[in-house]
């Protein structure tokens, strides 16, 4: 009969006590029937586990822990990104696997839209635009504004200071419309050419 020189034994992590795989023990050359473990590896079998789960060894056996670190998760709290580590839960964390949509709040169940946010971030960006436009215009004009002040302009560039005053006019009053700050880009006034 032959004799068996090693056997299976099961890894872990030295920090995390996760479990690995399986290694080889070998038999002690000096001490009979004693084998040598590696580090960091036990002769005790892990248990099965399910999805979202691994089996950790910690104080001389193994336990089955939850295991969400491969999973998207979103806080509830906040609607960003969280990164579950070894034992936290979805509940630990106060997260769910739904993704927010924007301007999103939890309302216990899902994802619901703040329309509060939802509509002061429009009336910044359409603000911001705006004043954009507002910022072009007056540097268009500026020049055409220059000669004729000095009595230097033409006809046609007479002609255009007026079409840019007008359009700075227009710009101003897109705030008291109705519809503001929800604008299409048919409701903004066109530029001067």
Same mark, same amino acid.
């Given at each position: 009969?032959?004799? +068996?020189? /090693? ?10 006590? =996760?479990? %690995? ?15 040598? %473990? ?9 248990? #099965? #586990? ?5 089996? #950790? ?24 990104? #969280?990164?579950?580590?070894?034992? *936290? ?9 739904? *993704? ?11 994802? +619901? +839209? /703040?329309? @509060? ?15 954009? $436009? ?7 004009? $500026?020049?055409? *504004?220059?000669?004729?002040? +000095? ?18 006019? =227009?710009?101003?009053?897109?705030? =008291? %419309? @109705?519809?503001?700050? $929800? ?11």
């Amino acid at each position: 009969m032959q004799e +068996i020189k /090693n056997k299976t034994v099961y890894a872990y992590h030295p920090q995390t006590g =996760e479990y %690995l795989g399986v290694t080889q023990a070998d038999l002690s050359p000096l001490e009979k029937d004693v084998w040598l %473990l590696p580090a960091h590896s036990t002769e005790q079998q892990p248990p #099965v #586990v399910a999805e979202r789960q691994t089996a #950790v060894f910690r104080d001389g056996g193994w336990e089955v822990m939850p295991d969400w670190r491969s999973t998207k998760l979103w806080s509830q709290q906040t609607a960003q990104p #969280v990164q579950a580590k070894l034992g *936290e839960t979805p509940d630990s964390l106060r997260a769910t696997l739904l *993704e927010p949509c924007e301007f999103a709040v939890w309302d216990g169940k899902g994802w +619901i +839209i /703040n329309k @509060a946010a939802q509509a002061a971030a429009l009336a910044a960006q359409t603000q911001a635009q705006l004043k954009q $436009r507002m910022a072009e215009a007056y540097a268009s004009r $500026r020049p055409l *504004e220059d000669a004729a002040e +000095i009595g230097m302009a033409t006809e046609a560039e007479l002609a255009r200071l007026l079409r840019w005053k007008r359009y700075c006019v =227009e710009l101003s009053r897109l705030p =008291e %419309l @109705a519809m503001w700050p $929800r604008l299409v880009e048919a409701d903004w006034p066109k530029q001067p050419a």
